[in-house]
């Protein structure tokens, strides 16, 4: 019998709704006017930052609506279920859903923190990450320690004040760092390059597991989106915005092919990295098709000639999913150890407040001990986050 | 016992390298200096087109080589073995490899002519795609109708001569066309558009199918060479090339995703596509979480709310693979009738000449019945050329 009873599920990936005064209770007087802040606009609540104004105060929380009526997201506090901004809210939700803990990534900021990159004034900046850093971990994970996953995202712009960041989170709790499913797309070094060494020597030295959420880069896949030649904007006309979201694992396919042969693996033997929402029924083949092309190309190309990708892999990924049972059926092909379920509260992929539900269905077959790996012990050992006593 | 005897193996990818005189001995005097044609060049042989030097006569051509001698594409014919410019010695090594008929793509016109797209001269490039089909067939093909299969490259810049182009060549016997991979990076209009059309009817009439080849849009994959932020090159540094290659099949993972959302298979329901070189091991888990942004995602997009995602792809589309042994366990997910071997001689993916004995090894545990449609009878019927009697 699957999932039982006393099975917990852990999941590594779900996202949070910030409050209006996140910033605003953090942010030294002189910046308030800067900071973010919400803002009404025409009837909508709007966050303001720096001389900017952003659309959306919650990008794609349709938790609790039917499908039908998805297409719009949410312009006001009142149109989210209280659970996307509310913690105590958020755990009865969590309850109902039969989930015991969450991982949530950041709304406002991006995934990985990009709307401060973005920002004109980086000293402020540096201040809006750290005090989403301070608003996660004191606030919200507080209310609740048995139930939330601290996380911590980075000032990317600065590789050593990203490292000083990732140990001042460690310290007070942070479980893994959020960074950007590419640096590439933000202008900022590749991982074949040598400049993120001093961060995968912090989160090496405070065993913090580096989360690569899809989309966190900015890049969005489809040639539609993202393959146009320059200056020509018709490719767009027509295209519904779904062919992106069946895609966006691309990215992370794309990801894992470039650290598995950027060397930096190698270097940083302890480094963990995982896959948050690339689903994983894609990584057989991905894998198998790196290794036959190490094979063939590795001799006049600039990459490590005794280490098998896919042996790199499985020492140092970790594969996320919500619903994928393709990737199951193949789970030993990927390490059952590596394989941890995702819940994705509040967005459009989500199963909530059926998740458990559905997730014994997709693991129907799968043996016990495997379950418990799945929905729980591999994600308490990838973060550290040992059961209670 | 798989591959018996008497399983022909019908290759859906090879590759042929233009000799010197395709151009010249079809195109108009008028254009002889204009056209195509070889030069010498410090030694290298170059082909000389317009007022361009191309670098390469031979992209990739390496069979034959040894692993450990890679990386330097052929500069002079005699660098080649004869069998990727002759056809009659290209017929003694697919004999040797155990291989009845080969679909070749061209090489200096690129996979689906984006040489001639990107010309000054429409006139003399239209001249000279249809120099490139004829050569193929009148002179290349004719030599062993048995052995080779006809194909055509068409003017992508001008739908209706690519269905006029398309009905010429497949009077002739063409039976497939090689189209870009995507049009988007060549800057034409998406398959979401109904721009392509008149040539997706022209395909429907004479039963021929498309051949999607990857790469042959242009679009290198992975965000070091084509997820950069504009004006930075500092991402492509130290980035082995073996990147993009371990990743070209996310091309035709877009191309699929953006054919199934596209509405054109509902127009057309005779078209068929096939997914050259893009491998097979990924094909079930984009299908299912295509089916699984669609069930969530039609209500407020545009797009079919009938027809499944995966159900198109079973009617409409054709996977290839080389190697695939992750694609191959999976074979009744993807549609045992729906895949197709192919050789790719003479690139470096090609097993050349051990393909037939490679072929029986990832086949070894597959009923005989299920290889004969794998390595011959999928591709005879999707290319509409029957074993002779």
Same mark, same amino acid.
């Given at each position: 019998?699957?999932?039982?009873?006393?099975?917990?599920?852990?999941?590594?990936?779900?996202?949070?709704?910030?409050?209006?005064?996140?910033?605003?209770?953090?942010?030294?007087?002189?910046?308030?006017?800067?900071?973010?802040?919400?803002?009404?606009?025409?009837?909508?609540?709007?966050?303001?930052?720096?001389?900017?104004?952003?659309?959306?105060?919650?990008?794609?929380?349709?938790?609790?609506?039917?499908?039908?009526?998805?297409?719009?997201?949410?312009?006001?506090?009142?149109?989210?279920?209280?659970?996307?901004?509310?913690?105590?809210?958020?755990?009865?939700?969590?309850?109902?859903d039969?989930?015991?803990?969450?991982?949530?990534?950041?709304?406002?900021?991006?995934?990985?923190?990009?709307?401060?990159?973005?920002?004109?004034?980086?000293?402020?900046?540096?201040?809006?990450?750290?005090?989403?850093?301070?608003?996660?971990?004191?606030?919200?994970?507080?209310?609740?320690?048995?139930?939330?996953?601290?996380?911590?995202?980075?000032?990317?712009?600065?590789?050593?004040? $990203?490292?000083?960041e990732?140990?001042?989170?460690?310290?007070?709790?942070?479980?893994?760092?959020?960074?950007?499913?590419?640096?590439?797309?933000?202008?900022?070094?590749?991982?074949?390059?040598?400049?993120?060494?001093?961060?995968?020597?912090?989160?090496?030295?405070?065993?913090?597991?580096?989360?690569?959420?899809?989309?966190s880069g900015?890049?969005?896949?489809?040639?539609?989106?993202?393959?146009?030649?320059p200056?020509?904007?018709?490719?767009?006309?027509n295209?519904?915005?779904?062919?992106?979201?069946?895609?966006?694992? $691309?990215?992370?396919?794309?990801?894992?092919?470039?650290?598995?042969?950027?060397?930096?693996?190698?270097?940083?033997?302890?480094?963990?990295?995982?896959?948050?929402?690339?689903?994983?029924?894609?990584?057989?083949?991905?894998?198998?098709?790196?290794?036959?092309?190490?094979?063939?190309?590795?001799?006049?190309?600039?990459?490590?000639?005794?280490?098998?990708?896919?042996?790199?892999?499985r020492?140092?990924?970790?594969?996320?999913?919500?619903?994928?049972?393709?990737?199951?059926a193949?789970?030993?092909?990927?390490?059952?150890?590596?394989?941890?379920?995702?819940?994705?509260?509040?967005?459009?992929d989500?199963?909530?407040?059926?998740?458990?539900?559905?997730?014994?269905?997709?693991?129907?077959?799968?043996?016990?001990?495997?379950?418990?790996?799945?929905?729980?012990?591999?994600?308490?050992?990838?973060?550290?986050?040992?059961?209670?006593?």
């Open positions: 019998m699957p999932l039982q009873e006393h099975h917990q599920i852990v999941s590594v990936d779900d996202h949070l709704i910030e409050h209006p005064r996140v910033w605003q209770d953090r942010i030294p007087q002189r910046y308030l006017a800067e900071a973010p802040r919400i803002v009404e606009l025409d009837g909508k609540h709007i966050w303001h930052y720096e001389d900017r104004q952003f659309p959306t105060i919650g990008l794609n929380a349709v938790a609790g609506k039917p499908v039908e009526e998805w297409g719009m997201d949410p312009v006001r506090y009142e149109d989210m279920i209280p659970g996307c901004y509310d913690p105590a809210a958020r755990v009865k939700d969590m309850d109902l039969g989930v015991q803990a969450a991982l949530c990534f950041p709304s406002f900021p991006g995934f990985a923190g990009g709307t401060f990159f973005r920002a004109r004034d980086k000293d402020l900046a540096l201040l809006c990450v750290q005090a989403w850093n301070d608003f996660y971990i004191d606030e919200w994970c507080a209310t609740a320690p048995d139930r939330f996953l601290p996380l911590a995202i980075l000032p990317v712009w600065d590789v050593e004040a $990203s490292a000083a990732a140990r001042r989170t460690a310290a007070k709790g942070a479980r893994t760092i959020s960074f950007p499913d590419s640096p590439v797309p933000l202008g900022l070094p590749s991982f074949h390059t040598r400049h993120w060494d001093p961060l995968w020597q912090a989160c090496s030295e405070t065993g913090m597991p580096v989360s690569l959420h899809f989309g900015s890049f969005v896949p489809g040639f539609s989106f993202s393959g146009k030649a200056g020509l904007d018709m490719a767009t006309d295209v519904p915005f779904a062919v992106a979201t069946a895609l966006f694992s $691309s990215n992370l396919m794309w990801s894992t092919v470039d650290l598995l042969l950027s060397g930096a693996l190698q270097r940083f033997p302890d480094l963990q990295i995982s896959l948050a929402e690339g689903g994983i029924g894609w990584v057989p083949y991905i894998l198998e098709r790196t290794d036959y092309t190490w094979e063939r190309h590795r001799w006049y190309q600039d990459m490590d000639k005794e280490t098998r990708p896919s042996d790199l892999f020492q140092h990924f970790w594969g996320c999913f919500i619903d994928d049972e393709h990737g199951l193949n789970r030993h092909a990927i390490g059952v150890d590596r394989i941890m379920l995702e819940i994705d509260y509040p967005h459009s989500s199963n909530w407040p059926n998740s458990r539900k559905r997730a014994s269905e997709v693991l129907a077959t799968v043996p016990d001990e495997e379950v418990e790996m799945i929905v729980e012990t591999n994600a308490r050992r990838m973060l550290n986050y040992p059961r209670p006593a």
